[in-house]
């Protein structure tokens, strides 16, 4: 999967990174023509095959890859690309305007009233 310029310069390495979700989903887009046993997704990817089961799972719930026991596949591609851009925009946002802290959420909302509770000026 191509990643932005970015990303590119940045990065010295890709590998090491990555989550195990795009470890598996690169390895499953990268041979498409097969469907592949929880066991073999492990062993070529590296990952505890207890990890990949739960992976797998979340994956699924995505549609982002396609199950029929006891074998799996890489799912829609269209949406695996929206997935990925969303991902990287994420991270993006994340790194120039700083990650979101929920309890700052929280603190900042308890100092007024909602929006649809002022009064009209």
Known sequence: ???????????????????????????????????????????????DPNAVSAVL???????LVRHKPPYWAVGDRERIRRAVDFSLSLETLNERLGTEDMDEWRDAAADGPHPNEREHE
């Open 1 to 47: 999967m191509p990643i932005d310029i970015e990303t590119f310069e940045r990065e010295s390495e890709f590998d090491s990174e990555r989550t195990n979700a795009e470890r598996i989903l690169s390895f499953l887009l990268t041979n498409d023509d097969k469907a592949f046993r929880r066991q073999e997704i492990a062993d070529a990817t590296d990952i």
């Open 57 to 63: 799972s979340r994956l699924k719930e995505r549609n």
